[in-house]
């Protein structure tokens, strides 16, 4: 997941005091992890955390252990996976690592991670927002932290929706009315452009209908495509691509909606995240273009409720073979406790979704992230098991389904054969 973050912070922090829960023998006479000469390695992906943020972290982690030092490691999101395996095989692995948060549940299960149930009071555990939690835990044990999030919203061009007499929907019959508008105001733009493989959002229609993309069945998964809830979900999603030319077989990404394609005009509204509605204005004013963007939450089926949405983000986790999990439980507590995740989204100036929502920054109004903040009730996580990675893993079933749908063929018998290549792909570990 791409990520634009903006480092502005400049405040001391203060020092928070967690009682350790390890048992790996380096706690003082107090309860507490005592420090000493050691070095707490931590790996966080490049663009995740400002450097200023991750300063005065470290600095109150610090001041409250002399001698202990907090080395940073940036790295990379391409070929992490397996680079995070390697380490978590070895003696010295880094004590604290962010994770992709669907990536979470793989290295639990391979006994990767410390198990951190013992722990949730010290982390903050009943702060943290409810969609966040899932992907931190496995067969009812806690692995990881929750970090931060991110999730799509409705972007939309101000002067067509005006032209059209549309004003942000609240409800999907609102929103298919509101396309129907367009249309017949500017027959030559598309009232939204929706890539018939944009997987995360039929997914979020799915949780809307109560159902999910797999479902536990005894001891193993099973793909739930073929579901009454899910089949209803898609063909909302082929009633809403009725109103989009773009490609029934790609997905947002190929080619990348938000500079390939909305530069261009034409499209009254997209579904996008934060970095992609960026990456759209910067592409617009490089080619001499004004965007006058507003944004909306993607609609539920009423009103009282934002529709479900997916939330991309990360993790911190521990390892298991780490030799310093004491104080690594303190400074995961720390960086992710409630005072310093309220600065993180401030530094990063609401563009990702802090993990406990009491810290959520105020945004601008009308601006992407109010809407992303609105939606975030909504979010949830696609199913958390270790095998989900591997119904990712290209050609994705669901892409293929979705594409199938959308050239004619029925919902359901589609989703049939789906739902097979999933249940061979989810139980694999």
């Known amino acids: 997941m791409k990520r634009k973050l903006i480092a502005a912070i400049g405040a001391a922090g203060m020092m928070v005091s967690i009682a350790a829960c390890g048992t790996d023998g380096d706690t003082g006479k107090d309860g507490k992890a005592s420090g000493g000469d050691k070095t707490l390695t931590v790996w966080v992906m490049d663009g995740s955390a400002p450097d200023a943020w991750m300063a005065e972290v470290n600095k109150a982690f610090e001041a409250k252990h002399p001698g202990v030092k907090v080395k940073v490691e940036k790295q990379v999101w391409n070929g992490i996976q397996e680079k995070i395996t390697t380490s978590l095989s070895e003696d010295t692995p880094p004590d604290v690592l962010e994770l992709g948060n669907t990536q979470t549940a793989g290295y639990a299960d391979t006994g990767g991670l410390a198990d951190l149930t013992g722990d949730k009071a010290a982390l903050g555990y009943d702060g943290w927002n409810k969609g966040m939690v899932a992907s931190n835990e496995l067969d009812g044990k806690l692995y990881s932290a929750p970090w931060y999030a991110a999730n799509r919203v409705v972007v939309y061009d101000k002067a067509a929706f005006k032209k059209a007499g549309v004003t942000p929907p609240k409800t999907r019959a609102e929103w298919i009315e509101g396309l129907k508008k367009l249309k017949a105001s500017d027959a030559k733009t598309q009232p939204i452009y929706l890539p018939g493989q944009s997987w995360y959002v039929l997914a979020g229609f799915v949780w809307d209908e ?123 507590a720390l960086a992710a406790g409630k005072e310093f995740m309220t600065k993180y989204a401030a530094a990063t100036e609401g563009a990702l979704l802090p993990n406990n929502d009491a810290a959520q920054f105020k945004p601008a109004a009308g601006s992407f992230a109010e809407a992303m903040a609105l939606s975030s009730v909504s979010g949830k996580i696609t199913p958390v098991t270790p095998g989900w990675a591997n119904v990712e893993t290209a050609p994705n079933p669901i892409k293929d389904y979705m594409t199938k749908v959308l050239k004619g063929q029925d919902a359901k018998a589609a989703a049939e054969e789906a739902d097979k290549v999933i249940n061979e792909r989810v139980n694999q570990q």
């Open 210 to 332: 109560g159902s999910d993309l797999a479902v536990k069945d005894g001891d193993e998964w099973k793909g739930n495509l073929s579901s009454p809830e899910a089949v209803s979900a898609m063909n909302f999603y082929k009633e809403l691509a009725s109103y989009s030319t773009a490609p029934k077989d790609k997905d947002e990404a190929t080619p990348q909606q938000s500079t390939d394609i909305i530069p261009k005009g034409g499209v009254a509204s997209w579904i996008g995240l934060g970095w992609e509605a960026g990456g759209a204005i910067d592409a617009m004013k490089k080619a001499g273009k004004t965007a006058d963007f507003g944004y909306f939450p993607i609609p539920g089926k009423t009103a009282d409720k934002p529709g479900s949405v997916f939330f991309g983000g990360s993790n911190l986790a521990i390892a298991e073979r780490s030799p310093n999990k004491d104080l690594a439980k303190e400074w995961l």
